[in-house]
């Protein structure tokens, strides 16, 4: 028997990661992530896996982000029984995204029904979700053994899995498999998605090992982020100047590790007096809240900086005249507010949430501020805001874009061009690099700066021998 890998998902895009290892009569996910960019409840997340879930031994899980851990339910749903390998944190941090996924599911589903039966009658059937809660919680029931970071596993005869910090987000890694069978060894190494060195909260990403083969994100393959530093006085600039004019300023926010590096640097800022006027701060997302808690459980994936915050007894992530909204009258009421708030909501690429509800009241306003502080995939309402969309359609209503519209690239939670090549050189000569989840041209710029490697981009569901 030949091992094999296979993608399927982020393959030749941004979102969806799944990829397939067949070696010693074992099948190994690595990630069943969801796509995104459209609604959640798309064609592509529907089609079949490109293989049958019933035969899967084994998922590990690089992080726990939408588009890595997303289809899990569905994965279960349609039959996988094996074993979910992860970090602790990133057990947690699925658990919560995959219940607050199959709630949005749920939702759409349902208003998908009410606009068929508005169009069709009462009489139309209704729409199925993708997974619902049910789902959800019987996915949990395949999670197994908590990874180490640099603590071998033996999974099972011929394959040794290891993970290593990728400084992505809390929990995040990069996955060594040391496979062997018939007598061959490989080493094979999958980067998950890379963090960034010298960012607030958690370690920077850990040197790679050796490898063989190595599988490797691209997000950002094709461009240079602004530096830290100058990004945080940026977002400060953009706050008091909005304040000044009597504004809001709106962040769209991944509830993982961007909402709690937001909160961080705010604290900072008003401590430090960068911050001029007094705000009032809503971190206006239930996820995103849990997602705050799980990391003050997590003290063991912070950087040195923020444990010193920790260990002196103070919240990294608190500041004064913060509130959660957990609830939906909650978030309402801050519509109410014209002026004098920083409101972060979700999402981060503007598909879902509740930022669409600020968005709608707020990007008409002069005085107001968007600050993009992530990335935008193609298609979303994110990426039209900031390509310079002078109207958008938010809850089927064109908004006109008045309000100042700010990327502040800093923030990323994603490792650079730069970044992703000292990575890539830290393996040694892999004979073959896989590159996968990035925008087709990212790639293709990427690739021409691999040296000493054979660079291949698979498309959905190929095959290759290893």
């Not at 089927?396 to 990575?423: C, K, M, N, Y």
Request: glycine fraction near 10%; proline fraction near 4%.
């Amino acid at each position: 028997m030949t091992m094999k890998i296979s993608f399927h998902g982020a393959a030749r895009g941004v979102t969806g990661s799944c990829h397939l290892v067949e070696c010693a009569g074992k099948k190994i996910l690595i990630d069943c992530g969801l796509y995104q960019g459209g609604r959640e409840i798309s064609q592509e997340n529907s089609e079949p896996f490109g293989f049958d879930p019933a035969q899967i031994d084994y998922l590990f899980l690089t992080h726990a982000h939408l588009d890595h851990c997303g289809r899990l339910p569905l994965l279960v749903k349609r039959g996988f029984v094996g074993e979910v390998v992860a970090t602790a944190a990133s057990f947690e941090l699925a658990r919560l995204i995959m219940l607050d996924s199959a709630g949005l599911q749920e939702g759409e589903a349902r208003y998908q029904t009410r606009r068929a039966q508005r169009r069709g009658g009462k009489q139309q059937a209704p729409i199925e979700p993708l997974y619902t809660t049910l789902d959800a919680l019987n996915s949990l029931d395949v999670f197994g053994r908590k990874a180490h970071y640099d603590k071998p596993l033996e999974i099972a005869p011929g394959i040794r899995a290891t993970f290593i910090d990728a400084g992505h987000i809390l929990g995040s890694a990069c996955i060594l498999l040391e496979l062997s069978e018939d007598g061959r060894e490989h080493r094979l190494l999958f980067s998950g998605d890379l963090g960034c060195s010298g960012r607030a909260i958690l370690r920077d990403p850990t040197t790679p090992p050796k490898a063989d083969t190595v599988v490797m994100e691209t997000t950002y393959g094709d461009r240079l982020h602004k530096a830290l530093k100058p990004s945080v006085e940026e977002l400060y600039d953009v706050i008091n100047e909005t304040l000044e004019r009597g504004g809001n300023v709106i962040i769209p926010t991944f509830a993982l590790e961007r909402a709690q590096e937001v909160l961080f640097f705010l604290r900072e800022g008003v401590e430090n007096k960068r911050i001029t006027k007094f705000l009032n701060v809503f971190l206006d997302s239930p996820m995103a809240i849990s997602a705050t808690q799980i990391f003050q459980r997590h003290a063991e994936c912070f950087d040195d900086d923020t444990l010193q915050v920790s260990r002196a007894g103070r919240d990294p992530f608190q500041l004064p005249s913060l509130h959660f909204t957990r609830e939906t009258a909650e978030s309402m009421a801050i519509n109410q507010v014209t002026g004098g708030a920083v409101i972060m909501a979700g999402s981060g690429m503007c598909t879902g949430g509740r930022v669409r509800h600020h968005l709608k009241h707020n990007l008409w306003r002069q005085n107001s501020s968007i600050v993009f502080v992530g990335y935008a995939g193609e298609g979303t309402l994110a990426r039209k805001i900031i390509d310079g969309a002078k109207s958008v359609r938010v809850f089927s209503e064109d908004i006109p874009v008045r309000a100042s519209i700010h990327t502040i690239g800093g923030f990323s939670a994603h490792a650079d061009q730069a970044e992703l090549l000292d990575w890539h050189r830290s393996t040694g000569n892999p004979a073959t690099t896989f590159l996968v989840h990035g925008e087709e041209k990212a790639m293709k710029l990427f690739s021409t700066k691999l040296k000493h490697t054979r660079v291949q981009m698979p498309v959905l569901h190929q095959t290759y021998n290893l």
